[in-house]
């Protein structure tokens, strides 16, 4: 069996670098890890948000994966990767009419209602199409998710309806025409390492199902807990106890589904499954030392992977970093690891320690399977998205090509500027 090192190498040698590298048998296991934690009663959606590749999309698919989507692109890559509309949950703060609509003409398994006026307008266009959509309701909980670093929940934020304003209302929401109500939509909170903290906060929000479905006698043929289990990116971090987290996992939703075996529950999760199954590739230009730091340039950077520069956190620290092309016997120096743009923040390693770097060696920042190419500003310096290439049972696939001068000039609009007369 290929290691990680030998899969990199392997595609790098074919595609060269900046590219971002999967290995599909680490995320095939990574998700049936997930999978053999939880009880069968559960169905885990993978949230597309994380990395759409629509080739990881389709690996994950052919094991039995649902999809979570965010966007009318992310619903499309959905369906050709395989998903069947009953299996996509559609989420997300701004849904364009033109994205509701199709998503009522694919018959989704649930739009996420985030606000009264998308319900209203939801129920509008159903109308119009002369059907019944079926919807969830996302609540934004008083229960605030611990162990979180990014709180999407149990706070002011743009997602979802507040806990006790939803529960007084919710009687107005089974009204509302055209509009079936399949249940609720919770997301508290993401990259959480500890089993209690995803128990606690799954726990909640069945909580929040009994207490609705009780409060209007009638029961809901769905619930959604959302997620957030993590990846450990930093030395003080330890992975999620997946042991733990099925010992707390499975008795609460079983339990749950023998009270409502006609509900369907619904699991997320994006980073847990891809995340340490992708690896970002650099090749190094030039070394120089600057005011007594030693320099690394390399030719992918912030413009290919802003999380490992610290784009969105106040303390900056290196995710883990490698010299794969160096051999074990050499000795470690600390290095300062520069992307190519002409910006000072432009740093994916800080003060951080690589066995001895030379030029052409290659670089590789491990987990960097989520949040990696999707988040990152791909045309900063106008140097395009980096290739992507997954390594599958020994062979290297091609899953997406680098962007070229072509491709991002060609995208734009060139006004012809007539020249104009010069008055004397």
Request: aromatic share 8%; with cysteine.
């Amino acid at each position: 069996m290929q290691t990680h090192k030998s899969k990199i190498i392997a595609a790098v040698k074919e595609h060269g670098t900046p590219s971002y590298i999967y290995d599909g048998e680490k995320l095939v296991s990574n998700y049936q890890r997930l999978v053999n934690a939880l009880p069968d009663c559960v169905d885990v959606f993978y949230a597309l948000k994380v990395n759409p590749n629509v080739s990881l999309v389709k690996l994950l698919r052919s094991k039995g994966a649902c999809t979570e989507v965010c966007s009318i692109t992310e619903m499309e890559i959905a369906l050709k990767a395989g998903s069947t509309p009953q299996d996509i949950v559609y989420l997300g703060p701004c849904k364009k009419d033109y994205e509701l609509k199709r998503a009522i003409s694919l018959g989704v398994f649930a739009i996420v209602i985030e606000s009264e006026t998308e319900l209203k307008r939801v129920s509008r266009f159903a109308n119009e199409a002369g059907v019944v959509v079926d919807v969830a309701i996302r609540i934004n909980p008083d229960f605030s998710a611990k162990g979180s670093p990014w709180k999407m929940g149990g706070r002011p934020t743009q997602f979802g309806i507040d806990e006790k304003h939803a529960i007084a209302n919710f009687g107005t929401y089974l009204n509302v025409p055209n509009i079936n109500i399949k249940g609720i939509h919770v997301y508290n909170g993401t990259n959480i390492l500890d089993a209690q903290s995803v128990y606690e906060n799954s726990k909640y929000i069945l909580g929040l199902y009994e207490q609705i479905s009780q409060k209007y006698n009638t029961t809901f043929s769905m619930v959604d807990v959302g997620g957030g289990m993590g990846i450990p990116y930093f030395p003080n971090q330890e992975e999620l106890d997946i042991v733990e987290f099925k010992n707390l996992m499975t008795p609460l939703f079983s339990d749950f589904h023998k009270k409502y075996p006609d509900t369907r529950i619904i699991m997320e999760s994006g980073r847990f499954i891809i995340g340490t199954a992708g690896y970002f590739a650099v090749g190094v230009n030039n070394i120089k030392i600057n005011h007594g730091k030693t320099f690394v340039v390399t030719d992918g950077g912030t413009n290919c992977h802003s999380a490992s520069a610290g784009s969105g956190r106040v303390v900056k620290r290196n995710f883990p970093m490698e010299n794969i092309s160096a051999t074990d016997n050499l000795e470690e120096f600390e290095y300062q690891v520069a992307g190519p743009l002409c910006s000072p923040d432009d740093i994916i390693g800080r003060n951080i320690k690589l066995k001895e770097v030379k030029e052409g060696d290659i670089l590789v920042i491990n987990a960097s399977g989520a949040y990696g190419s999707t988040s990152s500003p791909g045309l900063f310096h106008s140097h395009g998205f980096p290739v992507e290439a997954l390594v599958y049972d020994d062979q290297v696939h091609l899953i997406r090509h680098k962007d070229t001068s072509d491709d991002i000039i060609s995208r734009q609009v060139v006004v012809d500027f007539k020249k104009e007369p010069v008055l004397n």
